[in-house]
């Protein structure tokens, strides 16, 4: 069985995490999209509340299944059996910090784990989390970012 982890903060995920999610899913027997924590950001919504939110949105999808781990990733890819993670490149400027992570972690897991990248579409080649909750956090229109349930959660944290 041809398995596959699509790790990340998800803090929220948006409408480019999803489109990766839909097609690493097509590729895969298995995908794991796995809530980790990124050391360098200070997150919005707790764990649980990721993982709950990208269960709702990826319910249709029969071969995903969302978890969280906290830890390296190489030991979420050993303790889920799989050995090539999944990642979204947007753009040349995400390429070092990809491909850095990329090496590192096959280092780590012995040569046992690569990294696949997916480009991502076009029309989310912008997108990121942190943009979301700047706009977000200033009332401004993320509607065409992430989707109406995700939207709503994201104005909650910022007007509570
Ligand atoms: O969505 P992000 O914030 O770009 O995802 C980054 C993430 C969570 C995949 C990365 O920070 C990570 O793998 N964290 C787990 C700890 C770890 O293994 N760090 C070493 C990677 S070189």
Redesign the pocket.
Same mark, same amino acid.
Request: net charge neutral.
């Given at each position: 069985m041809k398995k596959a982890i699509y790790? #990340?903060?998800?803090?929220p995920v948006t409408y480019g995490h999803l489109d990766i999610i839909q097609r690493a899913a097509k590729a895969f027997d298995e995908l794991i999209v796995s809530v &980790?924590?990124?050391? /360098?950001?200070h997150p919005l919504f707790s764990v649980d509340e990721r993982v709950n939110i990208l269960k709702e949105l990826t319910e249709e999808l029969g071969n995903v299944r969302i978890g969280s781990?906290n #830890? &390296?990733?190489?030991?979420?890819c050993r303790k889920e059996g799989a050995h090539v993670i999944i990642?979204g490149l947007r753009a040349v400027t995400d390429f070092e910090y990809e491909l850095?992570?990329a090496q /590192?972690?096959r280092k780590?897991a012995d040569n046992s784990v690569d990294t696949m990248f997916l480009t991502t579409d076009l029309r989310y080649a912008y997108l990121s989390?942190s943009t979301v909750k700047e706009v977000a956090s200033f009332e401004g229109d993320i509607s065409e970012f992430v989707p109406p349930m995700v939207a709503k959660l994201v104005y909650n944290k910022y007007n509570s």
């Open positions: 790790p #990340g903060s998800f803090d &980790l924590d990124n050391k /360098t950001k781990y #830890g &390296l990733l190489v030991d979420c990642r850095q992570m /590192t972690n780590l989390s």
